[in-house]
């Protein structure tokens, strides 16, 4: 059974740095890219970075770029997204979610509903 689980939001103050996780099983993830996706209250769901499948090319919108990086460890089947600078705007539930490929057109054109699997989501909220 396809499991992926997200961990490590939580409340911030703004400028601060959160770590998050997402643990996979009941797939092949060095054969799926991941993507952190997050949706604000009242907003749809918005992709803003993942990781491919093949070479571990890592992509961002431009709204996190310098500030977010996500990597993968494939031994332990987690990815993560390391958030600094965090932002007020940054409030959102984060979910981690597994598709067959990502490019950075993908990413800009928000495919989410082309992600296979979801986890149940994380929140995160940085205050003021």
């Known amino acids: 059974q396809v499991h992926l689980v997200e961990s490590g939001g939580g409340l911030v103050q703004s400028g601060g740095s959160l770590r998050l996780s997402c643990a996979a099983s009941?797939?092949?993830?060095?054969?799926?890219?991941i993507g952190w996706v997050r949706q604000a209250p009242g907003n749809e769901r918005e992709g803003i970075s993942c990781?491919?499948?093949?070479?571990?090319?890592?992509f961002y919108k431009d709204f996190v770029k310098g500030r977010f990086a996500i990597s993968r460890d494939s031994a332990e089947k987690k990815v993560y997204l390391q958030m600094n600078s965090l932002k007020p705007e940054d409030t959102a539930v984060y979910y981690c979610?597994?598709?067959?490929?990502?490019?950075?057109?993908?990413?800009?054109?928000?495919?989410?509903?082309?992600?296979?699997?979801w986890g149940q989501g994380t929140q995160v909220t940085v205050s003021a």
């Open positions: 979610a597994a598709t067959l490929y990502c490019t950075s057109a993908r990413l800009s054109q928000n495919l989410v509903d082309e992600y296979q699997y």
């Open positions: 990781i491919s499948e093949t070479d571990g090319k890592t």
């Open positions: 009941g797939f092949d993830l060095d054969a799926h890219a």
